[in-house]
């Protein structure tokens, strides 16, 4: 994952609570907070609690389901997984929380969000043509776009008899 949940909190707590848990207000942005941060809860009900900890697990989904979205661009020019130190020198992290908070909205989404999200995007075409880097580690990480695919040569062995 590019992103965590703890990274999202970064919109703040009120909002990623009502984008993760839209139908259920027994879920405060404090108590998602403290639900992410593994905090003390015990001042909530049970019920709260689950609903938090199903709002958490809705944003570890959306945040991996954006991840794999980030990979699709990545994959032609990178191999993947990428290292930790590389992502953690460059804007994916952004990107990913935008995509995901974007994911989120849905239909919702502001004009805002919608534009965050296209810049991540087109950012991530020019991560897969070249034209961008993910910072000055690229350069040992980088193969050039449209890498070639090596495939074996024919069997000795008759695959199809067999």
Known sequence: MY???IDMLFFGAA???EL?????RLVT????RLTLEAGDRSAYAPEAIAAADAAS???SEVLARAGKRIDSYLAPRYPLPLAPALIAGSDLVAACMDIARFMLMEDAATSTVKDRYDRALAWLRDLSTGKASLGE???GVATPAGRPVIAGGKSAIDWDTF
Request: charged fraction near 30%; proline fraction near 10%; glycine fraction near 4%.
């Open 137 to 139: 580690l690229d350069t």
């Open 29 to 32: 942005g404090e108590l998602l």
């Open 15 to 17: 909002e990623l609570a």
């Open 3 to 5: 992103a965590t949940p």
């Open 20 to 24: 993760a848990a839209p139908e259920d």
């Open 57 to 59: 697990a809705r944003l």
